[in-house]
C-alpha cells in the first residue's frame, strides 16, 4: 500500500524554466510533508518542509503548495538549475508525538535540468 | 544544519557472513533513529525505529533477528545484517533529529551494501 506517491518518474525541464514536481498521499492522519533531493549512493538532502496548517510555503527558488482536500502537494523550483538535476523525494510523517521523524516516502522523480 | 554520520559508505562481504553498519549524530543526541532501505530505483522503505536504551521496533515484514540494531548511546545506532545474502545487497540509509530537534529528519550518507 503505497500511502505516497509520485507519479511522474521524471521530468526534463529547460535551464531558467519552472519545474513543478507532484506529490499524492492517502492517509489522511499525516500532517507534515518534506522534499529530499538525493543524488545517487547518498543520503538525502532536506530541502523544504510544510505544515498542514498552512498552504504554502516559500524558500528561495523553492516553493512547496499543500491542497489538504485533494491531499495533493507539489514543489515548484523557478528558475531551475542544471545543478537541480537529482532525484526528488517526497515524504509525509504525523508532526509530533512518538512518530515525529518517521516518514513515508514517494517512489522519487528524476529531475534533468538542461542547459 | 545538523549532521549524521554513517559508515562505511559502501561495503562488500560474502554470503553467510555479517555487516554491521553504524549511524551518529555528530552534534546532536538522539534518543531515536531511522533505519532506511532503498532498492535500486525504487523508493526509500523503512525498517526500523532504533530506540536508545531498548528494543528497536520493525516495520511490518522486516526480519528482527536478521537485521540487529543496537542504540546503546544517545549518539550511536548500529545495523547488523546477519547472515548476508545475495537479496540482502541494497543502500541502507538511516536518519535522527526530527523527534527530537523539533525539526526535520537529518540522514546519513547510506551505505552500498554489496554481498556475493
Known amino acids: 500500500d503505497q500511502q505516497v506517491k509520485q507519479n511522474s518518474p521524471s521530468l526534463s525541464v529547460q535551464e531558467g524554466r519552472i519545474s513543478i514536481l507532484n506529490c499524492d498521499y492517502t492517509?489522511?492522519?499525516?500532517?507534515?510533508f518534506l522534499w529530499y533531493k538525493k543524488y545517487p549512493a547518498e543520503g538525502p538532502t532536506f530541502l523544504i518542509s510544510i505544515s498542514s496548517i498552512k498552504d504554502k510555503n516559500e524558500d528561495g527558488r523553492f516553493t512547496v503548495f499543500l491542497n489538504k482536500s485533494a491531499k495533493h502537494l507539489s514543489l515548484h523550483i523557478v528558475p531551475s538549475q542544471p545543478g537541480d538535476s537529482a532525484v526528488y523525494f517526497c515524504a509525509a510523517s504525523v508532526y509530533g508525538g512518538t512518530s515525529y521523524g518517521k516518514l513515508t516516502f514517494g517512489q522519487g522523480t528524476i529531475l534533468t535540468v538542461h542547459p | 544544519g545538523a549532521v549524521v554520520s554513517q559508515h562505511p559508505s559502501r561495503v562488500i562481504c560474502k554470503s553467510g557472513t555479517s555487516v554491521k553498519i553504524e549511524c551518529r549524530s555528530l552534534?546532536?543526541?538522539?534518543?531515536?533513529m531511522f533505519w532506511y532501505r532503498q532498492f535500486p530505483k525504487q523508493s526509500l522503505m523503512l525498517m526500523a525505529t532504533s530506540n536508545e536504551g531498548s528494543k528497536a521496533t520493525y516495520e511490518q515484514g522486516v526480519e528482527k533477528d536478521k537485521f540487529l540494531i543496537n542504540h546503546a548511546s544517545l549518539t550511536l545506532s548500529t545495523l547488523t545484517v546477519t547472515s548476508a545474502h545475495p537479496e540482502d545487497s541494497s543502500f541502507y540509509i538511516c536518519?535522527?533529529?526530527?523527534?527530537?530537534?523539533?525539526?526535520?529528519?537529518?540522514f546519513g550518507q547510506g551505505t552500498r551494501l554489496t554481498v556475493v
Open positions: 536518519s535522527a533529529g526530527g523527534q527530537v530537534m523539533n525539526t526535520e529528519a537529518f
Open positions: 552534534d546532536f543526541q538522539a534518543t531515536t
Open positions: 492517509n489522511s492522519m499525516f500532517d507534515y
